[in-house]
């Protein structure tokens, strides 16, 4: 009999590596991170120390090789480190994320050596701070519809950027950003250039701090460009390569994004099966009530039925490494399934919880608020349903 061609990747295994990774992770989150999270959530101020303290950890270079000041290992390691953190608390996993699969590996993935060198290394290594730069405020999904522009000067030097960059994750305290901007209108989606970009040159310009209903300590704000002058030799990739280099990226990204909503479901999780021990009603714990019981059992299903979809797509990434093959549906299937998991599992939770889940008293509630952005951001949901199903009917 012949055995039929596998159509979806493997299912990766842990290895002792992963094991040791997700150990350490899990004992920093929880000693370092999970005791100040209801803190820096309340007063939005972005954890400087602990992101410092994440990147001597090798946390924010994951996948970066070491001669850039990364960990060298890969993206089930990075994956795992993602739903440790999240589990501690999401906004940390925010800045993770957007330094390691978004600005990183942008760069990686398309710069030169120069490139690399310059401006993967410190924030590999927890220096510094990357960003990812892509929306505007009227170009959010439709992503190839920008309205900033990149001009070349007359001399062939530089560009001239000016435009209004919206909800860019770290913005407040960005060191370096990766933006996309326009470089030939007419050309639309294929207009689109990336370049790397140094916050501390004039015309940067930091803009108004989001007042966000979850993931409050990972700032995120707008930037305004004003005749920002960027050096030809900071283009990322190639003149029109932007709009190609900002959705592969993205792959990558929503793989985190899956991975983040992950840790707070299982957070979520665990706070309600203690609850569902411990609160007593009608004369015993409120756990021995079958309508409990569903939600613990439905909770749980979905929880691994999301860590399998996002095992599946690392192995689908391995397989891009080794063969080329876009791994776009399986990493939107994982965070699709991933992000609409989180909300119901911490809305559950506080049902589970009662009153006692509407209390910031109670870590659910922050949860319940922090997993909500799982379904927009990196491709809302609606996006990532477009996605799955423009390649299922083969319309791209
Ligand atoms: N990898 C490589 N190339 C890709 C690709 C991918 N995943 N997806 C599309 N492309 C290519 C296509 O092949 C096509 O190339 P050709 O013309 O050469 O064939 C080109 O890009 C245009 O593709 P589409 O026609 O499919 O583009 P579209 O305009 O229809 O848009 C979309 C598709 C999926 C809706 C896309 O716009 C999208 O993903 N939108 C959501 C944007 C998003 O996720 N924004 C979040 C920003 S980051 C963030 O959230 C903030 C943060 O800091 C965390």
Redesign the pocket.
Known sequence: MIAAEPTTPLIPTLTPEHEELQRMVRTFAQKEIAPIAAEFDESGEFPLDTVRKMGRLGLMGIEMPEEYGGAGMDTLAYVLTMIEVAKADASHS?IV??NNS?YNYAIYAFGTEAQKQRYITPVASGEKIG?????EPMS?????TMESRAVLNAAGTHYVINGRKS???SGPVADYVVLFTMTDPELK??GVTAFLIDADKPGFIRGKKEPKLGIRASATSEIVYENYEVPVENMLGKRGEG??IA??V??A?RIGIAAQALGIAEAAYEASLTYSRERQAFGGPIGQFQMIQQKIADMKTRIEASRLLIYNACAAKARFKATGA?Y?TEASMAKLFASETAMFVTDEAVQIHGGMGYSKEMAVERYYRDARITRI????SE?QR??IA?SELGL?
Not at 140 to 144: C, E, I, R, T
Not at 377 to 380: A, F, L, M, P
Request: charged share 20%.
């Open positions: 925010t994320s957007v978004l960003a990812y730069s892509l929306t959010g999904s439709d992503a190839g909800w860019v994750t989606q294929k709009f190609k959705m592969t993205l792959d990204g876009r776009t951001y990196e491709g809302t996006v477009m996605v423009r791209r």
